[in-house]
T-cell receptor, first 115, second 115 residues
Framework: NAGVMQNPRHLVRRRGQEARLRCSPM?????VYWYRQLPEEGLKFMVY????????ESGMPKERFSAEFPKEGPSILRIQQVVRGDSAAYFC?????????????FGPGTRLTVT | AQSVTQPDIHITVSEGASLELRCNYS??????LFWYVQSPGQGLQLLLK??????LVQGIKGFEAEFKRSQSSFNLRKPSVHWSDAAEYFC?????????????FGDGTTLTVKP
C-alpha cells in the first residue's frame, strides 16, 4: 500500500510564476490536509479538504493561494504569482473519513524555492 | 485556540545517554497529542500518540511519552539514544469539533547525537 505521494519533491520558480503542488493520498483516504513549514519553524495548517469540498481553509493566505481535491485525481495546492516569502516545504497529509483527528499520514513534502 | 510550545530549540546528547524532549500544550479540553520525527529532507513520521487512558504511551523506535494534565505537558523520552535518532522532533495537538483535523505543531526540537 503506497503512502502519501507528493510531487514534485523540489520545485523552483521565479517570482511572479505559478506553482502547482500535487498530493495523492493513501489508498482509501478521502481527506487531505496541507501544511506549510517555513525554515526553522514547525508545520502550520493551511487547508483541509475532502473530495470536491473544502472543509476548513482558515490557514490559507487570503490571496494567491488556492486548493482543490477533485473527485478524480490528486489534490492540488496552487500558488499564483509566487514571492520569495512563499519559499517553504509544503506537506500534505491524508486520513480516512472522520479519522483525521486520530492519525494523519504525511507525504515527503514539496520544497518550493522562489528565486 | 490550541497551542504547543517546545522550549528547547536544540538539544545535544551523547550516544547511549537518556533523552527527554519537552512539550507543553494549551487546550481547553482533553487534548489529542502526538510526537513526530522528521529526518533532513523527509516528511514526518508518527512516533506515538495519546488520546485517553494510560498516561504513559509507548511508541516506535523505543520512544515513550508521558501525559501530565496538571503540568499541561507531554514530554518525549528515550532511555538510550542511538546516532540514528538525530533528527527534528515535533509535538502536535489535535482538536475536536469544528477544528478536527487541524493539528497544531510546535516549532520543533533539533536533536544532535554526539558519538
Amino acid at each position: 500500500n503506497a503512502g502519501v505521494m507528493q510531487n514534485p519533491r523540489h520545485l523552483v520558480r521565479r517570482r511572479g510564476q505559478e506553482a502547482r503542488l500535487r498530493c495523492s493520498p493513501m489508498k482509501g483516504h478521502s481527506h487531505v490536509y496541507w501544511y506549510r513549514q517555513l525554515p526553522e519553524e514547525g508545520l502550520k495548517f493551511m487547508v483541509y479538504l475532502q473530495k470536491e469540498n473544502i472543509i476548513d481553509e482558515s490557514g490559507m493566505p487570503k490571496e494567491r493561494f488556492s486548493a482543490e481535491f477533485p473527485k478524480e485525481g490528486p489534490s492540488i495546492l496552487r500558488i499564483q504569482q509566487v514571492v520569495r516569502g512563499d519559499s517553504a516545504a509544503y506537506f500534505c497529509a491524508s486520513s480516512l473519513p472522520g479519522q483525521g483527528l486520530y492519525e494523519q499520514y504525511f507525504g515527503p513534502g514539496t520544497r518550493l524555492t522562489v528565486t | 485556540a490550541q497551542s504547543v510550545t517546545q522550549p528547547d530549540i536544540h538539544i545535544t546528547v551523547s550516544e547511549g545517554a537518556s533523552l527527554e524532549l519537552r512539550c507543553n500544550y494549551s487546550y481547553g479540553a482533553t487534548p489529542y497529542l502526538f510526537w513526530y520525527v522528521q529526518s533532513p529532507g523527509q516528511g514526518l513520521q508518527l512516533l506515538l500518540k495519546y488520546f485517553s487512558g494510560d498516561t504513559l504511551v509507548q511508541g516506535i523506535k523505543g520512544f515513550e511519552a508521558e501525559f501530565k494534565r496538571s503540568q499541561s505537558s507531554f514530554n518525549l523520552r528515550k532511555p538510550s539514544v542511538h546516532w540514528s535518532d538525530a533528527a527534528e522532533y515535533f509535538c502536535a495537538v489535535g482538536a475536536l469539533g469544528t477544528n478536527a483535523g487541524k493539528s497544531t505543531f510546535g516549532d520543533g526540537t533539533t536533536l544532535t547525537v554526539k558519538p
